[in-house]
């Protein structure tokens, strides 16, 4: 004699094996749609954007800053590294150490612009070693050389992340 299930003994068997089966695929649907996430970091300014633009990087941030003056033989205002600095959400006062770009400066060259651009770093004084920027609300005060004839620059930021998901795009 065969073993029969009753009615609610086989909705019951069949509820478990199909719940069973499909586990894999409830743990696969969220790591799926995970896969094209890609975090951007941001910056939103709080302070205008005629005089300096910062873009956010990886271990450091593009600022590019304008000259008051400009003519073809102009030599672009150098920043003081030893006066500028920038505070942190937390409050910490950093020392900031730049970078020239290599490819801006042999733009910079071929198309001479008012702007000029340096990738900074934060340096923490104490140890010597470079500071990852952190997500918050950041201070940057830009000394310039003396010769430069313009007053220090100050500029207020968000640092933040967003996440951009392109199934979420539209297609057009």
Partial sequence: ?????????????????????????????????????????????????????????????????????WTPSHQQDIIDADRSYAVSPSGTRYSLRFEKIEYVEKYQKRDPSPWFEREVYLNNPSKGNDVPWVKGNWELNLFFIEPASRPPIHAEFRLYTSWWFPLFERPF
Avoid at 17 to 35: A, D, E
């Fill in 1 to 69: 004699m065969k073993n029969k299930l009753n009615f609610k003994d086989r909705f019951r068997y069949l509820k478990l094996s199909t719940i069973k089966r499909l586990m894999p695929c409830g743990l696969m649907l969220p790591l799926l749609l995970l896969v094209g996430c890609v975090s951007l970091p941001n910056i939103e300014m709080k302070t205008p954007t005629d005089e300096i633009r910062i873009t956010p990087g990886n271990n450091a941030i593009g600022v590019i800053v304008r000259t008051k003056t």
